[in-house]
């Protein structure tokens, strides 16, 4: 499929540096990734959003957005070869995919690049040919096809530089080697403060996945041939782990981010259509938000992946509703649970009505978490929701689910001092077979009103989050680090006159 429109300014002669997006279909890797790619736009870049099917409509509206703001974003859609790898049909979309196939699934991915490549040369526009190959850390192939088209290659994360630091020096040190017990807490090397993680808790990229061994190597081996890496993080948050990770990878690390921030500049209907279609009106949402007291409103939600079983939705439900709080809960594939779930989550409704909200399906959460009358977040820690959080200001209740969300959820609680620890210790994998309950209505309820909690150490938890979005919205700011990152980008992996990219990492 070709490319679709560039929008406005595509046509100017102004643009030097065109990117190329490679995001993986997975909404917490999808998402920053178009946001990034359309803050590049903003300061003067050509970014192009490869995309599956499945997903295109799913980001079209941000898309979308920016044409009629003019900016330089382009989408070039391709499908999977899935029949090549047994896949069945519609598997592009990963809810798809079952579980036996994921190998499968991650090879389709790598079949990519031919028809990648071929669509680039083909459509390469001489006035703005591709000067930089931007690929989720996911897409280890990405190496080749930058290799074969003579640009230069960045790894693209949304994670926090404490997380890819302490995944990257527990790999680095063997921290885990004869250490049989998964659950055995072991302390991460080569930090200043001390950081005690287990290897079922952190397992490192791919480490924990039957089937994955070689894969996981690869991707190692991509992101040491990488010419730097670009995160959805900010500087003033975590300097030291910025500046640890840079060192210990002898890479450039861009950090572009809280990259949702982007959304404050767009509208209430774009940034309520963020990643999918809201399953609640968005003007309906805000009325009720504007209806209650400032800070007053829990917002619940685990992200696009994490799942729980019937008990523990149910034990959520009760413990949310004994907190006493306003709340607003993201009750993901409500219809999928049996009729007791179905039933209990009515009476719920009934019994909370005008207090509690439930949002079963896709919620519009950059625009909820953005509005004056939400207090607080608990959060499965994935990064994108942390660090929505922190753009927002919210303390949060950590309860992380697997992949980056405790080492996520240590930031936030030990580094940062804007999180309650709901108490999990071990992970509950993706899709795999589910404990009874993880964690009771009681403990819910506690860790709520702790949060939400007007005491002194309540209110510090509040003050140290509200200055840390402070220091956010200064680094996506002009003058700000996040905004001078995205500057150095353009300017670096420019095209001079005789077509050859200016300078690499
Ligand atoms: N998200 C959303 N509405 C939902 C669920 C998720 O807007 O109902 C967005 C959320 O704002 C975040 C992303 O999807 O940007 C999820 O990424 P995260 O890293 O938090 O978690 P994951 O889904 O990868 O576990």
Redesign the pocket.
Known sequence: APASDAGGRSGGDDIKAHFVFIPIM????L??AVDTALLLATHGALATVVVTPSYTSRIRPTIDFAHTSGLPVRLLELPLDLAAEGLPAGADDVDKVPPDLWTNYFRALARLRTPLERQLLADADVAHPVTCVVADFCHPWAKELAASLRVPRLCFF?MCAFCLLCQHNVERFGSYDGVADANELVVVPGLERRVEVSRAQAPGFFRDMPGFEKFGDEVEQALVEADGIVTNSFLEMEPEFVAGYAGARRMKVWTVGPV?LFHHRTTTTTSAS???T??IDADECLMWLDDKEPSSVVYV??????QANSKQVIELGLGLEASGHPFIW?V?NAHQHGQDVIEFLHELEGRVAGRGML?R??????MI?SHVAVGSFV??????????AVAAGLPVVTWP?F?D?FLNAKLAVEVLGIGVDVGVTEPVMYRMDLKEIVVGREVVEKAVRSVMDGGEEGEERRRRARVLAAKARDAVEEGGSSYGNLLDLVKRFEVDTAGCVVATA
């Open positions: 997975f909404q917490g890797h998402i920053p949304s949702s963020r990643g999918n809201a399953a939600s685990f992200g696009s992946l994490a993201v993901k949002i399906g896709w919620a519009p959460q950059v978490l959060t499965h820690c994935g990064w994108n929701s942390t660090m929505e689910h992949a969300q």
